[in-house]
């Protein structure tokens, strides 16, 4: 079973085709010059590019979908595209949790290229940070087998730090957020890789994996997990209670 795997949650486009754990076809695309993602005018150009040099759409039996959290103009590219492929070639299709693909490369490094049921064992308990701008972050605690412990939250620095203190064995942060606030979370004895490690980069290789774990389902119920309201509504809220008020 081959599976196409994207993710559009963060500022950088990631496809990939794989069979189990052999990656048939990979691409990343980041953001423009203007520091903008270019999910919507790039994202069906990699699928294709990736899709033809795996051997073509015969092969792709899944396709697995990245569902955040993260940018909601990025996971609505992503997840409506998705659907559409998805119903238009007779797909599977599995949502995965953007945090969970970013802690699996955490586990893949720490094990050397592992993946569950590979074998590998990790000392380490990935700890995957994404920017949530607003000063907060999103983040979800894992075991060292990559295995979400709890729920994903929304945090500023301090509750951040206050959770990592809490996790056992020592975790190892990766992700934009984990960058944006390193000072604070190596203050509290978290190690976080070299800004240019590509652990920090969600990999659509590990987004493939994750899909091919989980079960299939309708099209229609892949849904975005935001955990807050996107700006715009939230800057319409705004304006509704300073015109009524």
Wanted: include cysteine; aromatic fraction near 4%.
């Amino acid at each position: 079973m081959a599976t196409l795997g994207f993710d559009t949650a963060t500022a950088i486009l990631t496809v990939a085709v794989a069979d189990g754990r052999e990656v048939l076809a990979e691409g990343t695309r980041t953001p423009g010059s203007d520091g903008r993602p270019r999910h919507s005018p790039l994202l069906l150009l990699e699928v294709e590019r990736c899709v033809e040099g795996a051997g073509g759409w015969s092969r792709i039996d899944r396709l697995a979908v990245g569902v955040g959290p993260g940018s909601y103009t990025g996971l609505r590219i992503g997840i409506s595209t998705a659907r559409a492929l998805a119903q238009a070639r007779g797909l599977e299709i599995t949502g995965v949790s953007t945090l969970s693909a970013l802690a699996m490369g955490v586990f893949s490094r720490e094990t050397t290229g592992g993946s569950p049921g590979s074998g590998g064992q990790a000392t380490r308990a990935p700890l995957p940070v994404l920017d949530a701008r607003r000063g907060q972050t999103f983040v979800q605690v894992h075991d060292p087998r990559a295995e979400p412990r709890g729920e994903p939250l929304v945090l500023g620095p301090e509750e951040l730090c206050e959770l990592a203190a809490t996790v056992a064995p020592k975790p190892l942060a990766a992700g934009d957020g984990a960058l944006r606030f390193r000072a604070e979370l190596e203050s509290v004895g978290v190690e976080v890789p070299e800004d240019r490690d590509p652990v920090h980069s969600v990999q659509a290789r590990h987004v493939c994996v994750l899909g091919e774990m989980a079960d299939a389902a309708p099209a229609e119920t892949i849904e975005p997990l935001y955990l807050r309201e996107p700006d715009a509504k939230r800057w319409l809220k705004r304006d509704e209670r300073t015109d009524t008020g």
